[in-house]
């Protein structure tokens, strides 16, 4: 496997393990952003919001050709996401304080805005993670994959987003980007364009980009099954793992656009499915 694909698992890993560190103290500390965290209909609530966001995001790309609101709302999402944290254990206005230290930091360093995001989108999906039961979570996941694959092949809005928001330089995804120096490259060059210039030193860059969403669904699950036992939250990451795994070899073969939550939420499942049925036969005997 790609280096470039090692990274990004192992980036995908971290952020997982630093919105479950997160989560525990959420869990522990009962914080939640819903009234009645074990209501089903709070999937159905979540969806709404995440169908009318990406409307708004779209129609702002259509209309607006700046970056400074997108900026603004990045700020935003690490003062809060950073606050939110800190407020546990600091009083508010020292938490506060921090938080924006934190963004002004990002605003007057670039460099630091994929660390930025990488954190905020943990402590997103941690929580999001303590404030729902798990079969709310679990049916939230469903509905944000099915609109992730519907998103991405079929009214293709996901690819415009992306896109979008890339053209800004934005950060609301992880992007990873390698190079490469090599003759393969010269001539995988050659063979797809006749007016390339081509040279022995020609590089090829490679890169892959997880959204957002890609982070926190995952970690909202983690989250939320730790309610259920550790052991379930490992197994949901284990698998999510192994979802990922899964659609990064079917990039080695295929280069495009691919719906990462699919295949990551359907390997958190299988995941939290064998520690049930490992707990229940071990209860059993």
Known sequence: MQRI???????????QVI???IGAVFVAQQLTILENPEDPGNALTLMAYVLFSALAILLILKYYAGRLLFLAIELLLIFFSTQIVAAIFLPV????????????????????RQYAILYSTSVAGALLG????????????????????????????????????GQRGVAFSIQITA?????????INAKTSKKAKISSS???????????G?????AMLMVSSLKLSLLHSFAGLAGALAGLMTLLWVME???????????????SFVGLALATLYLFATQAT
């Open 5 to 15: 694909f090692v990274f990004l698992l192992a980036t995908f890993a971290v952020s």
């Open 19 to 21: 919105a479950l560190a």
């Open 93 to 112: 206005p020292v938490a506060a304080a921090l938080a924006l230290a934190v963004a002004a930091l990002r605003f007057a360093f670039p460099g630091l």
């Open 130 to 165: 303590a404030s729902l039961g798990i079969v709310p979570a679990v049916a939230f996941a469903i509905l944000l994959a099915a609109y992730d694959f519907a998103a991405v092949f079929y009214t293709k809005h996901m690819i415009a987003l992306a896109e979008g928001l």
């Open 179 to 187: 190079s490469k120096s090599s003759s393969s490259a010269t001539k």
């Open 202 to 212: 020609k590089r090829r860059i490679e890169s892959i980009e997880l959204g957002t």
């Open 214 to 218: 890609d982070l926190v669904i995952p």
């Open 253 to 267: 073969r295929r280069r495009g656009y691919f719906p990462a939550l699919p295949p990551i939420v359907l390997g």
